[in-house]
């Protein structure tokens, strides 16, 4: 369960991450309310608050999960110290909440462009505050396994993601003149591809093996992961090529996402913990990743379908991105709970296991309630004037749903704590009374 790699030492005060999870679920849980508040009539990838449900989904509840694993990884994993935690939840947590806040909220709103421009600007000071601290640590850090390789990919990733969507916002404000289409064909793949998928690749590399008991991922996984960024930098020009250079293009990534699915699919066939709902999740999550990029092709060759880039961004998001990060954090966050107080030493039986902070049959309820919205998602998508308050219903429910779960595991955890406080307050106790006697 602690593979001998990992600097526990070196692991952040669990206050930091679990804020930025903590975040996640609170901005899933507003996704019910824009949803409901909203009047979307049409299948529309472009239509406002299709924009601003996307970049909800995307920043807020996707992008809080990923920057608090990332800085419990690069940590734990790669040996970043973090000298000053205080320090970086005020530099990435504050703005990127306020920053993605007043992005939805400025497409919600019809794009109005301030709201837009102060959210992509505190997006972007949030990005730049953890590039340089998680490039400037990677770069110092002696780790050189897949997984740290794999982290600065994805924040070189992010970086770009981050740098398009604020030309995209300068060029709606008018401040310059960019050709607005090819910026956000490479927008969404950069953000979707090279900081998403290539962050769960990296993850995954320890995760996998780690908690589902798998072996080790095998050798192409190294050439899927080294390959993706060229390749995302050749599809982003591929405005000035021949169209069947594109297409070309689009097959190899297909084939590069469906190659890292393909053998995660088998490594979870290996699994030793065969009934491990986290499993099962990890499963469906590969296959909509496979269905959700044959969606984002297929639109291309059939544009009059205004579904489907619905679909695809759902399935890449809801299914693929939401789905593993909901699997990770069943498993991530009872073991920091888990972690944390082994830390203080506690006395023989009184820490329970991983599972004691949170059992299976509660991961597996969990599963099914993100299935029933991925599915209430889906038949949105497909008819979104008549079915925009089940998937707004199914989104409160999912979000009470892992804040109840998230409470359970803090009051376990502060139950144990106080056990423990009390304990080791018993001998001193014992021994104060004997000196004043």
């Known amino acids: 369960m602690s593979p001998s790699w990992l600097s526990y030492e070196h692991a952040p005060p669990i206050w930091l991450p679990c804020g930025f999870f903590l975040a996640a679920m609170l901005w899933l849980a507003a996704l019910a309310g824009l949803l409901a508040a909203g009047d979307m009539n049409v299948a529309a990838r472009f239509h406002p608050q299709a924009l601003a449900a996307t970049h909800l989904l995307a920043l807020g509840v996707l992008g809080n999960i990923m920057l608090g694993a990332l800085l419990q990884l690069l940590a734990v994993l790669a040996g970043v110290p973090i000298a000053r935690p205080r320090a970086l939840m005020l530099g990435i947590f504050v703005p990127w909440q306020i920053g993605a806040g007043a992005l939805v909220g400025g497409f919600f709103h019809g794009m109005d462009a301030v709201a837009l421009q102060t959210g992509a600007g505190l997006l972007t000071l949030a990005a730049i505050v953890l590039l340089a601290h998680g490039l400037n640590g990677l770069w110092r850090s002696p780790a050189r396994d897949a997984s740290s390789r794999g982290m600065a990919r994805a924040l070189a990733g992010l970086g770009v993601a981050v740098g398009l969507g604020l030309c995209m916002v300068a060029t709606l404000a008018g401040h310059v003149a960019l050709p607005f289409t090819p910026l956000l064909s490479a927008h969404v793949i950069w953000a979707g591809i090279g900081w998403l998928l290539l962050l769960l690749i990296a993850i995954s590399q320890t995760v996998v093996p ?228």
Not at 220 to 249: E, K, M, R, T
Not at 295 to 309: D, K, T
């Open 210 to 437: 780690m908690f589902l008991i798998t072996p080790s991922y095998p050798r192409p996984i190294a050439w899927i992961a080294g390959a993706l960024l060229p390749l995302l930098w050749l599809d982003s020009l591929q405005d000035g090529l021949p169209p069947f250079v594109g297409a070309a293009l689009d097959g190899a990534l297909w084939l590069a996402a469906s190659g890292y699915a393909g053998l995660t699919l088998h490594l979870l066939g290996q699994s030793r913990r065969a009934d491990d709902p986290a499993r099962r999740q990890w499963g469906l999550a590969m296959l909509y990743l496979i269905v959700a990029a044959l969606c984002a092709m297929a639109s291309r060759y059939a544009p009059e379908r205004q579904s489907l880039p619905l679909l695809a961004g759902l399935l890449w998001l809801g299914g693929l991105g939401l789905g593993v990060m909901l699997a990770m954090l069943g498993k991530i966050v009872p073991f920091l709970a888990w972690l944390h107080l082994k830390a203080r030493k506690p006395p023989r039986g009184m820490l329970p296991s991983t599972h004691g902070f949170l059992p299976e049959n509660a991961q597996a309820r969990l599963g099914l309630t993100h299935a029933i919205w991925l599915a209430c998602g889906a038949a949105w998508c497909l008819s979104p004037e008549s079915l925009r308050l089940p998937f707004a219903a199914a989104s409160a429910a999912l979000g009470a749903h892992c804040l109840w779960l998230g409470g359970k595991i803090a009051h376990r955890y502060a139950q144990i704590g106080r056990q423990m406080d009390e304990h080791a307050a018993g001998p001193r106790q014992a021994l104060n009374a004997r000196r004043r006697r």
